[in-house]
């Protein structure tokens, strides 16, 4: 149980156009959805928390205009990378978690490694 | 704001050996504590959880203490084999956030 997918699991998209990634859980209602990202050799960052029917909480210094995330089921949530530039090519990851505080186990995706050109 | 670090950022040993991993976390105000590892280019698999009102968790070789207080956990792998060589994150949720905050991670290798 509780398993959490992502699409595509990898996406080579060209400077300046938008890409979107979707994060499903398959077997569970999803109260809240996270975004993390991570570069190269680095660990892994939160963007941003959301929580179904409501808008997304981003973490401090990510733009809000640029990561557009939608968590517009209990199952689905999507991340859209406006206008991407090389500088975002990463490993991004969702998790969700079926409560809305901390207690409750995020279970992760397997990821989608974006590249721009 | 939260941070965590895990002691060693590297460590290579021999096959067989037990092993200790560390992590710190600066505030202590945290939900709970968990495991993951991490194999080149893939996602995270999740090892152990701790509730912040738990001492340890267990899981086959593996076993992650807690002490909430002092702001430390410690992953303890016994027997050490090759396919445990991976990248092994800490991450903890609370301390004003409920997303995890992950350290950077010990790589670990096993030598066969």
Redesign the interface.
């Known amino acids: 149980g509780a398993v959490v997918s992502q699409h595509p699991s990898w996406v080579i998209c060209k400077s300046g156009t938008s890409v979107k990634i979707e994060c499903r859980s398959l077997d569970f209602q999803a109260t809240?959805m996270?975004w993390?990202r991570q570069f190269p050799k680095?660990?892994?960052?939160?963007m941003a928390?959301s929580n179904e029917g409501s808008k997304a909480t981003y973490?401090q210094g990510v733009e809000k205009d640029k990561f557009l995330i939608n968590h517009a089921s209990l199952t689905l949530s999507t991340l859209t990378v406006t206008s991407a530039h090389p500088e975002d090519s990463s490993f991004y990851?969702c998790?969700a978690s079926t409560g809305?505080?901390?207690?409750y186990?995020?279970?992760?995706?397997?990821?989608t490694?974006l590249t721009v050109t | 704001k939260q941070e965590v670090t895990q002691i060693p950022a590297a460590l290579s040993v021999p096959e067989g050996e037990n092993l200790v991993l560390n992590c710190s976390f600066t505030d202590s105000a945290?939900?709970?504590l968990?495991w993951?590892r991490q194999d080149p280019?893939?996602?995270?698999t999740?090892l152990l959880?701790i509730?912040s009102s738990q001492r340890e968790q267990t899981s086959g070789r593996l076993n992650a203490s807690l002490d909430k207080s002092s702001g430390r956990s410690t992953l303890y792998i016994a027997a050490s084999q090759p396919g445990d060589s991976a990248t092994y994150?800490c991450?903890v949720?609370?301390g004003g956030?409920?997303?995890?905050?992950?350290?950077?991670?010990t790589h670990l290798i096993i030598q066969p």
């Open positions: 809240t996270f993390y680095q660990s892994l960052m939160l928390t973490e990851i998790s809305t505080s901390g207690y186990e995020q279970y992760f995706g397997p990821g490694r | 945290i939900y709970n968990q993951f280019g893939k996602g995270l999740s959880l509730q994150l991450a949720v609370g956030a409920d997303g995890l905050t992950f350290g950077k991670g």
